[in-house]
């Protein structure tokens, strides 16, 4: 049975929050200040998950998606949410987390970082499916809640060059032998080139591989194939071609990747954060300066541009010897990099790293815990940048710096660097 309620607000994921009984439920497609009729798909001991079938009073924050998969597609939860107050909702989703787990509330809220909200994604991992009820190959993302791919030919946050290439990728799956064998296609799109790598678990025909070059050439993308795990990802065709990369134009630098390195999804909005976080950090000649999970130098290289010292720290030897490079390429002798584990930092491990001025930390989700308890109590950088995908584990690392380390929480803030999701990043400063 259906039901009519009140949504009281959004929750982290940009679900409606609504009372049924007093029971807590999520409205997937319902907006706070909205009266919905809902049909609820899921109950839980403490709380329900449903579905909005109805708006019955719209919120005027409410927009059009502009895709025609939307609701059905897994990749996007908040295209009927106007882009202005995505961002908002995205910053209190920051200040909540700070406050509730991290006890600290921000001396300065820094503006929201905003770039494109359409065809940004530069990156992206296509699911693909030979699905004989639909005549052949599927190429897209998952359903939402499901392991079923959408029947889709299109996709509005995709660069407008990847996105035409669904409908022909899905043509070409349905000529090849092995249709069945290819799990995924990831895309990769550089500044001069975009390149496909096709995840095979059987290898192409002759004929298969006849007509990949020729969907190649006449696409003009670059095909990579990965037989099993990621030492195994190599060029297919054509074989000469221009090299991936990204560019900070800020900083006079050309970065060179691989297309299964990570880099950022939404190259005007890393511009934009790289942008920032030099500005807190604030690096000068003479200093020396600690780029912790470095990757291929994406801060790294614009702090050494200062003149400061600065040593990059990454767990893969892989993106640790793509980041030396990068500073060759760029003529940065004031770059080193090295390999280690920051998962496992202790307090003498980090003392004979030798004393930094500052500190710019860029963490996966898991966070920087092991890195924050390891500082030191005396002769602590008196500065630290840290970049964010997960305000939860920024807030707590964030309660250890400011309740047990002697830090302040000078300035935080987001940004949108994946318009249209609830996924939040985030960049704060903290001086001591």
């Given at each position: 049975m259906n039901t009519i309620v009140d949504i009281l607000s959004l929750d982290h994921e940009g679900h409606g929050i609504a009372r049924i009984d007093g029971k807590v439920t999520f409205v997937d497609g319902a907006l706070a200040g909205e009266r919905a009729e809902i049909a609820v798909y899921r109950e839980h001991a403490k709380y329900n998950s449903a579905n909005a079938i109805a708006i019955l009073k719209a919120s005027s924050q409410r927009a059009?998606?502009?895709?025609?998969?939307?609701?059905?597609?897994?990749?996007?939860?908040?295209?009927?949410?106007?882009?202005s107050a995505q961002v908002a909702a995205k910053q209190r989703v920051l200040e909540d987390n700070l406050a509730r787990i991290g006890k600290v509330k921000p001396e300065v809220m820094l503006s929201a970082l905003h770039g494109p909200a359409w065809r940004y994604r530069t990156r992206a991992r296509l699911s693909a499916r030979w699905v004989d009820k639909k005549g052949g190959?599927?190429?897209?993302?998952?359903?939402?809640?499901?392991?079923?791919?959408?029947?889709?030919?299109?996709?509005?946050?995709?660069?407008?060059?990847?996105?035409?290439?669904?409908?022909?990728?899905?043509?070409?799956?349905?000529?090849?032998?092995?249709?069945?064998?290819?799990?995924?296609?990831?895309?990769?799109?550089?500044?001069?080139?975009?390149?496909?790598v096709f995840r095979l678990l059987a290898p192409w025909t002759d004929d298969d591989a006849a007509r990949v070059r020729a969907f190649a050439d006449h696409h003009r993308v670059q095909i990579w194939e990965q037989e099993k795990g990621p030492d195994t990802v190599r060029p297919f065709w054509p074989h000469i071609a221009p090299e991936l990369s990204y560019s900070l134009p800020e900083f006079g630098l050309v970065m060179p990747f691989k297309p299964t390195d990570f880099t950022q999804v939404n190259v005007a909005m890393n511009r934009a954060l790289v942008s920032r976080a030099l500005r807190l950090l604030n690096p000068q000649a003479g200093e020396r300066i600690a780029d912790l999970f470095c990757g291929l130098g994406n801060f790294t290289l614009p702090i050494a541009r200062s003149g400061a010292e600065v040593?990059?720290?990454?767990?893969?030897?892989?993106?640790?010897?793509?980041?030396?490079?990068?500073?060759?390429?760029?003529?940065?002798?004031?770059?080193?990099?090295?390999?280690?584990?920051?998962?496992?930092?202790?307090?003498?491990?980090?003392?004979?790293?030798?004393?930094?001025?500052?500190?710019?930390?860029?963490?996966?989700?898991?966070g920087a815990i092991e890195v924050i308890k390891a500082l030191p109590e005396s002769k602590s950088p008196q500065r630290i940048v840290y970049v964010s995908c997960d305000p939860a584990t920024l807030a707590r690392d964030a309660g250890i710096l400011v309740h047990a380390k002697g830090y302040r929480l000078e300035a935080a803030g987001v940004a949108n660097m994946f318009p249209h999701t609830a996924h939040v990043e985030s960049i704060a400063l903290f001086t001591r």
């Open positions: 059009e998606p502009r895709c025609r998969y939307f609701g059905r597609c897994g990749g996007c939860s908040m295209q009927h949410l106007e882009i190959g599927l190429v897209g993302f998952r359903e939402k809640r499901s392991s079923f791919i959408v029947d889709m030919t299109s996709c509005e946050v995709l660069t407008s060059d990847v996105s035409r290439l669904l409908q022909p990728l899905r043509e070409l799956i349905n000529e090849l032998s092995n249709a069945d064998r290819i799990p995924q296609i990831e895309v990769a799109v550089g500044e001069h080139v975009t390149v496909l040593l990059g720290i990454e767990g893969s030897a892989e993106l640790v010897a793509r980041a030396r490079d990068n500073a060759l390429h760029n003529g940065l002798a004031n770059a080193r990099f090295a390999v280690d584990n920051l998962f496992e930092m202790t307090p003498e491990k980090f003392s004979a790293l030798g004393r930094f001025d500052k500190l710019l930390i860029d963490p996966p989700r898991s």
